[in-house]
């Protein structure tokens, strides 16, 4: 069974930083997506189960940092130079290769950006 947990979230100033944690019940290719307010779930990163690749939605490029520590199953999204549009529930997800769908996710934690 795969069984996800987010933490790190909270309220920040916008241009302030926060880090999330996903730790895992395994190692797993992982992906973070994040649900604004009445909006649809988008992408914000993925990582591959060795690191050796990474993806960025448009958005986080340049602010966002995927990274992992196999040794914990923990992935962690590093979020600089916040705005207020980064503003949603943030949910990591993994999938069992890199073929598959995401169908394993958190519970997702809350990131408040004010101006």
């Known amino acids: 069974q795969v069984h996800l947990v987010e933490s790190g979230g909270g309220l920040v100033q916008a241009g302030g930083s926060l880090r999330l944690s996903c730790v895992a019940s395994?190692?797993?290719?992982i992906g973070w997506f994040r649900q604004a307010p009445g909006k649809e779930r988008r992408f914000v990163a993925s990582?591959?189960?060795?690191?050796?690749?990474?993806v960025y939605s448009d958005p986080g490029k340049g602010r966002f940092t995927i990274s992992r520590d196999n040794t914990k199953n923990t992935v962690y999204l590093q979020m600089n130079n916040l705005k207020t549009e980064d503003t949603g529930v943030y949910y990591c997800?993994?999938?069992?290769?890199?073929?598959?769908?995401?169908?394993?996710w958190g519970q997702g934690t809350q990131v408040t950006v004010s101006s």
């Open positions: 990582i591959s189960e060795s690191a050796g690749r990474k």
């Open positions: 395994g190692v797993y290719d």
């Open positions: 997800a993994a999938r069992l290769t890199s073929t598959q769908p995401y169908n394993y």
